[in-house]
């Protein structure tokens, strides 16, 4: 007599699953089960640290003015200005760009920690309650009234936070020691109450200008020019039998459902040619090597869709701590995030490195391809090392270089043809339960506004894995609204909307399946095709695409290819 089948998974396999349990229930098992001394340590480097380095950066670049001043002040006061300003010059241009970034950095690295999943949570929560409160009452006026109340209250919260630690920062370095310490992280602490006073407001009215986004509707048939086929979120896993981290034993076992998805695109191609096959992130479930391997198997299984295959990182590929733990917590110093990123170039390098180039930042143009740009200066080589030895200043050197490959592009056939925009819209966290945060720096967003313009009959494709803003769906669970969008979407969505008419943005991470626009903007959400439950088909959207009046790029009836159920594989 058998009462079990291992096949069918059991509670231990829900641990991290979000159709299983409650935001409540996630959040008290986390607190029972993390480890305290590494939360305080986190915090430490995560939070403190930051603030100290924001609050610290004035006051050094006060103290370091006055003192080059005085130096120079005994040369005459018109000798002093003019060697004054040549060695601020010097240092800006040898260093400013380096202390513009790591300010920066640590700027939004608080947003991430702190302010933004404060600002969303109470903004969902006021969405959820008057949701459900007025449940007559306009969607959209609902949302921009919750939305203007949150940016509101923390607004005056800020405030109050501000005058306590100032009211005005202190920029003087009377003496070096604990009080210069102490005088710097009340400057961190006030900077960031400052910013909120301010900010909370400003991204409250900059939602509520932007307005609720709305479906693109019925969409005309006509004939395409290029083919692509979009997918996202196949959370490939590593095991024939292997749970999903998000839905646990209600996902379908193994990676059956993707060798289904795969041969019907396949059969999809051969009806008609496709131009690429689209993949907005997550292509594993935790960025583990026998994940990849299994992705990279099933691709070798249809053989003539490999070298259209374009993927890009999402967070569940970079920032899953541990897939069986969602308690565990990884200090910013530790290799595994720096591991999962470094995972991830390498299957970028091996299924597309000699089709996506790199971007010049001095000309906007293409640059080198990934594979070339890997070879040239022994990175591939120093990235390897890293990953087979460790090492703390290597694991930097990772990063750094990390954050120098995006964005990548294919750049269109011709002149006005059809490119790719690959970014890498995750923001680094080092908790599972926080990996879910996006954000895209300003550096990248510019380099790839650039590499655009330098195309200016080209249409473009731009694909990332996380979305511009929050459309959550009406009386949704707040677990499923919270914590999921770029902390600086607002910002990113209008810089892209200066060139709507000859793009298009894809992207995945909320599994659902909508096709709208927010403003001028048009915005393509891909559904996952193996997160339902076993018994449910899934699917994904082959894009029809032509050229659109004036240079623009028009959206066709798209055609939809349903993956059959079962968790087979």
């Given amino acids: 007599m058998t009462f079990f089948d291992p096949r069918d998974g059991d509670l231990e396999d829900d641990a991290s699953s979000t159709s299983r349990h409650s935001l409540l229930g996630h959040a008290t098992h986390m607190l029972l089960e993390i480890s305290l001394p590494k939360l305080a340590l986190a915090a430490t480097m995560l939070l403190v640290l930051p603030a100290l380095l924001l609050g610290a950066t004035p006051k050094a670049v006060v103290w370091l003015t006055e003192a080059a001043w005085h130096e120079a002040a005994r040369l005459g006061l018109a000798a002093a200005a003019l060697v004054f300003a040549a060695a601020a010059g010097l240092v800006a241009w040898r260093w400013g760009r380096i202390a513009f970034l790591i300010v920066e950095r640590n700027f939004w690295a608080l947003n991430a920690a702190l302010v933004q999943p404060l600002y969303t949570a109470l903004r969902e929560a006021a969405r959820l309650a008057l949701e459900r409160a007025l449940p007559g009452r306009d969607l959209a006026a609902t949302r921009r009234l919750a ?51 301010f900010g909370a407001p400003a991204w409250s009215i900059a939602e509520a200008l932007a307005g609720t986004p709305r479906d693109l509707g019925t969409l005309p048939e006509g004939e395409a020019r290029w083919r692509v086929a979009h997918l996202s979120d196949i959370h490939v896993v590593g095991e024939a039998h292997g749970f999903r981290l998000e839905c646990g034993r209600d996902g379908p076992r193994g990676n059956g459902r993707l060798d289904r998805a795969l041969a019907l695109l396949a059969d999809a191609d051969a009806a008609a040619p496709l131009d690429w096959v689209l993949v907005t992130g997550d292509i594993t479930d935790a960025g583990r090597n026998a994940e990849f391997i299994a992705f990279e198997e099933c691709l070798a299984r249809q053989p003539g869709l490999r070298d259209r295959v374009v993927i890009i990182p999402g967070n569940h590929d970079v920032n899953i701590v541990d897939r069986a733990n969602p308690s565990r917590l990884e200090l910013p110093v530790a290799p595994g995030g720096a ?108 380099a790839a506004e650039a590499a655009m313009r330098t195309e200016p009959a080209a249409r473009w494709l731009v694909l990332m894995h996380h979305h511009l803003v929050e459309y959550p769906r009406p009386g949704a669970p707040l677990a499923d609204r919270i914590g999921t969008a770029l902390v600086n979407g607002h910002w990113v969505l209008g810089r892209l909307r200066r060139l709507a008419p000859r793009i298009l943005v894809l992207h995945g991470h909320r599994h659902i399946d909508w096709a709208g626009r927010s403003g001028g903007l048009r915005i393509l959400s891909a559904p996952s095709p193996v997160m339902g439950r076993p018994d449910e088909a899934g699917g994904f959207w082959i894009q029809r695409l032509a050229p659109g009046p004036e240079g623009g790029l028009a959206l066709l009836a798209p055609r939809r290819v349903v993956v059959p159920g079962g968790s087979g594989g």
Avoid at 374 to 403: H, N, P, S
Avoid at 405 to 410: A, D, I, M
């Fill in 339 to 446: 591991l999962r990123r470094l995972r991830f170039l390498a299957a970028m390098a091996r299924l597309q490195g000699d089709r996506v180039h790199l971007v010049e930042r001095a000309t906007g143009r293409a640059g080198p391809t990934l594979n070339a740009w890997l070879a040239a200066e022994r990175r591939g080589e120093r990235l390897a090392r890293f990953m087979d030895q460790g090492g703390l200043r290597a694991g930097f050197a990772a990063r750094r270089l990390w954050g120098e490959v995006f964005p990548l592009l294919v750049p269109p056939r011709t002149p006005d043809g059809l490119g790719l925009v690959l970014m890498d819209s995750n923001a680094e966290t080092h908790f599972s339960f926080t990996n879910a945060l996006g954000l895209v720096g300003m550096a990248q967003c510019r």
């Fill in 147 to 197: 939305g203007l109340g949150a940016g509101a209250a923390i607004a005056l919260a800020a405030a109050g936070i501000a005058w306590w630690a100032g009211p005005l920062p202190s920029l003087r370095v009377e003496r070096f020691g604990a009080d210069a310490v102490l005088d710097a992280i009340r400057n961190g602490i006030w900077v960031i109450a400052a910013y909120l006073t």
